[in-house]
């Protein structure tokens, strides 16, 4: 399984979603390079998609779409929605990552390391 949605995220995903303007939007989940540690995960939605460069397919109902190159970074992925007292957020769970920043949004994989910035 490339990428796993949890019950809680869905739900948040889903309460997102119906705020956008159409039902054509997907969660587009995805690497980018940048944050303390060389990468960092970019979560957001999209309705744009090009069949040659993106992997497209529903997890946990949800309808995902993630560039083919970042698939070995992500595989076996768990995205969650964690709620406290704070209000709540999307916490990242990700095998591949080899280390992780204390802010829990960059990360190092072994395939790929990136340029880290200042947080």
């Known amino acids: 399984m490339v990428l796993q949605i949890t019950e809680q995220a869905k739900?948040?995903?889903i309460e997102m979603?119906?705020?956008?303007?159409?039902?054509?939007?997907?969660?587009?989940?995805?690497?980018k390079g940048?944050?303390?540690?060389?990468?960092?995960y970019s979560l957001g939605f999209?309705?744009?998609?090009?069949?040659q460069l993106d992997y497209?397919?529903?997890?946990?109902?949800?309808p995902v779409t993630i560039r083919k190159e970042d698939?070995?970074?992500i595989e076996g992925t768990t995205i969650d929605f964690k709620?406290?007292?704070?209000?709540?957020?999307?916490?990242?769970?990700?095998?591949?990552a080899i280390v992780s920043c204390g802010c829990g949004s960059s990360f190092k994989a072994k395939e790929r390391e990136g340029i880290p910035e200042n947080c």
């Open 34 to 40: 940048g944050g303390c540690s060389g990468l960092s």
């Open 83 to 96: 709620q406290n007292m704070m209000g709540g957020g999307f916490t990242i769970d990700n095998p591949n």
């Open 56 to 62: 497209i397919d529903q997890m946990n109902d949800i």
């Open 71 to 73: 698939l070995p970074i």
């Open 11 to 13: 739900n948040q995903i």
């Open 17 to 31: 979603l119906k705020h956008e303007e159409n039902d054509q939007f997907r969660l587009r989940f995805g690497v």
């Open 46 to 51: 999209d309705q744009e998609f090009d069949e």
